[in-house]
């Protein structure tokens, strides 16, 4: 026969434990927030997320004393912290989509960046305007990249800030779209 706790006297336990040290958990969690975070997230808010996530792990882990639970519930706590200031933190790069103005995504052949020389011979704006067809055929991501790096000469890791992808992800769409080029 296992020795398994009996779910009722210990969510008794965690409720009694619980409400016995809150205040002291609210007071610990609001000081360690700091006032960048705490205008955004309450200490109760933290704590009652790390009551969930102490819950469910309450049987298996079993702290023996109050002591032992504040401390528990305060590295639980933390996580939380450390979550929550991630899902806050200012994003560093921009989102692709508010990246470029609509201009950049069309690729059109009026467009200045990419319309052919005019002193060019026939063949040669014919060509470039073959070109111009099987760039308008590519994926819109594809196209900015290859305008991007091909046509306005920027970096990878330049394109890659502009179209708020990873390097490799930009690097990774550059190298389809010239693929699909060649045919």
């Known amino acids: 026969m296992t020795n398994l706790p009996d779910p009722t006297l210990e969510r008794r336990r965690f409720q009694l434990l619980l409400s016995a040290t809150?205040?002291?958990l609210v007071q610990r969690i609001a000081k360690r927030l700091g006032p960048r975070l705490a205008a955004s997230v309450d200490a109760e808010d933290i704590l009652q997320q790390a009551s969930m996530t102490a819950y469910a792990r309450f049987a298996r882990d079993r702290p023996r004393t109050r002591r032992g639970f504040v401390t528990w519930m305060l590295c639980i706590a933390e996580y939380e912290i450390k979550n929550t200031a991630r899902r806050l933190a200012p994003r560093s790069r921009p989102r692709?989509?508010?990246?470029?103005?609509?201009?950049?995504?069309?690729c059109l052949p009026d467009d200045p960046l990419v319309r052919a020389r005019p002193g060019a011979s026939p063949e040669r704006r014919e060509g470039f305007e073959r070109s111009l067809?099987?760039?308008?055929?590519?994926?819109?991501?594809?196209r900015v990249v290859l305008v991007l790096r091909d046509f306005l000469g920027l970096t990878l890791e330049t394109a890659s800030f502009v179209t708020g992808r990873s390097r490799?992800?930009?690097?990774?769409?550059?190298a389809r779209a010239r693929?699909?080029?060649?045919g």
Not at 179 to 182: H, I, P, Q, S, Y
């Open 22 to 24: 809150r205040g002291s």
């Open 96 to 106: 692709h989509d508010t990246a470029l103005p609509p201009s950049m995504w069309g």
């Open 133 to 142: 067809e099987s760039v308008a055929g590519l994926d819109d991501m594809q």
């Open 168 to 174: 490799e992800a930009t690097r990774s769409l550059h």
């Open 179 to 182: 693929a699909a080029l060649r």
